[in-house]
């Protein structure tokens, strides 16, 4: 539950149990009940308005100190979806593409706080899913050190698995998706566009990155016209890395700007904003209490 709406809760019930403190019949009204602090003979209507508004003291002090909530309310999701195809197996990129993928991954992972949720996706002539969003970093460690090659590049299904994944877990947190091939669709059931598509729809921002050697659209090898459409159209940024050492540098950078954009700071917000509250209430009592 968010604090913002918590602190409100409170506000309610402290006006509703202020008013209804007391309550029992008032002689000079006959037997109707009526709220005891709004009797001149209550002992508590001098003393009840000091309450919120020390209340509100209480929150700006705690504000200016230095206190703080952390106001998001589900850790951040990311998804890795790696293309596990037989050219992953290529070794222009030293030692082969599917080992400095994974190096680079692990070096990606590292950059991100520890309560990220990470998961693994793959695809080849099927997606799947092999790790779903865990803090477990290891999890998705073991996964990479397992990764084998097939036959087939299903990018579309790929992110596809990933969006469903992302679906299931997200809860209203911030989720990307970090897509890696090194060649073109084989015929996806979901092309990549409609699959890019999806993700601008669902607010999850797809960061695609090429890898090896970049060649024109009826050329063999990879499409780095589709890896930038897919971006562009989900609200990512799309990267190529022709060897291992750019690779592994276009991973750490992305995963230092995933952890500014999406780690959200701790916030005094919620603080003032019951100080004010607070501060309104007591003048509210101040007015209606009988002096």
Known sequence: MSPVLIIVLVVVVLIVVTYLFGLSPDPTRGRRPAPGILRRRSKWRKVLPVLPLLAAVGCLVLAFTGFSFNVQETSPTIVLVMDVSDSMDASDVAPNRLAAAEAAANAFLDQLPPDFRVGLATFAGKARLLVAPTEARNEVVNALGALTT???????DGLSVALDTIEDVREGGDAVAVLLS???DTGSAVPPREAAERASELGVPVFTILLGQVTDEGAAGANLDAM?????TSGGESFSA?????????????????????DVE???????IAAIALAVLAGLMLIILPR
């Not at 097939?150 to 579309?156: A, D, K, P, Q």
């Not at 930038?228 to 562009?232: F, K, L, P, Q, Y």
């Not at 022709?242 to 999406?262: I, K, M, P």
């Not at 701790?266 to 003032?272: D, E």
């Open 266 to 272: 701790p916030s005094t917000k919620p603080l003032v």
């Open 182 to 184: 090194d060649g073109r």
């Open 228 to 232: 930038e459409e897919i971006a562009t």
């Open 242 to 262: 022709e060897t291992a050492n750019q690779l592994t540098s276009r991973f750490e950078n992305l995963g230092s700007e995933l952890n500014v954009n999406l």
């Open 150 to 156: 097939s036959r087939g590049t299903v990018i579309g």
